[in-house]
């Protein structure tokens, strides 16, 4: 089952969640996810949050704190992200391709539109940053990968797609990319900056994602007798940006083992096990420290 979604804002989620009868006593899992989170369905960023750290998975998703911060990172991946988008929507519309310029307007626009208080790095400035997204559009744009819209048929940009795929759990909302039909499969592809090159075990790391989204898009790849290839576009970020190319062909034993990752986390959340993850890694980017750290339960 597929279908259009709407997100909500932060303050609608808190009345939708307001006005919910207690998770408890409901048993439709998307009725559960409603009276718990606002939102009747997960994402995998909501799912990996809960993984990182249970007490931010509480702070930003069940107390719907608004946070105190935003790290750059985010920001600029998801500026070059808009970016990538704008060139890829240009193709889908049987456009010419966007020039550096075009893509850098859009990146700005992002940047320009950011409400939050923004977290620099050491070293970071918002000119330095703006260098790099130059030079990372650049490599991108003289790479194949630029040209990927034309490889087959261009399905879908940024297409948002939920369905009910694990048992138990709620549906599962999921953005892709890039969706391109070829005579041999759907290829689903994902547009990631990295701070440098990635290694088998990043993409270990990045395949559950993935995984749940080759089950979305389960019923067009058989409406086609096509099977699944789920790809990443990564660039990295430094003096001389990269662009490379990883794929993977989903298997069973992977799908399996990503859905009762996915169950399990649910079950916790459903179970209201919140508890803090204090790391160097988790705190540092966490924009509810303030909110953990004056906490008493
Ligand atoms: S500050 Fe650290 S322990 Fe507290 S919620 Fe954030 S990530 Fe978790």
Known sequence: MIVHVDDTTTSARN????????????????DIAEALIGRNYISWSSINAYMRCPMRFRLQYVEGQQPESVSSSLVFGSAIHSALEQHF???????DSSDLDELLAVYDRVWHEETQTVRFGKAETPESLRDLAGRMLTAFLSHDAATLGTSGRLLGVEEELRGAIIDGVPDILGRIDLMILTDKALRIIDFKTSR??????????????????????????????????????????????????????????????????????????????FFVNPSTMNCSTCPHRTACETREG
């Open 15 to 30: 009345a939708l969640r307001a006005n919910s009868p207690k998770p408890h006593n409901l048993t439709a899992p998307n």
């Open 89 to 95: 929507t240009r193709l889908f519309a049987g456009d």
């Open 196 to 273: 440098s090159a990635w290694s088998a075990s990043k993409i270990t790391e990045a395949a559950p994602q993935q995984l749940l989204y080759s089950q979305l898009v389960r019923p067009i790849a058989d409406a086609f007798r096509v099977p699944v290839q789920v790809e990443w576009v990564v660039i990295t970020k430094g003096k001389s940006p990269k662009v490379e190319c990883h794929k993977l062909t989903p298997n069973l034993a992977q799908i399996h083992r990503t859905n009762e990752m996915v169950r399990g986390v649910w079950r916790a959340i459903c179970g209201e096990f």
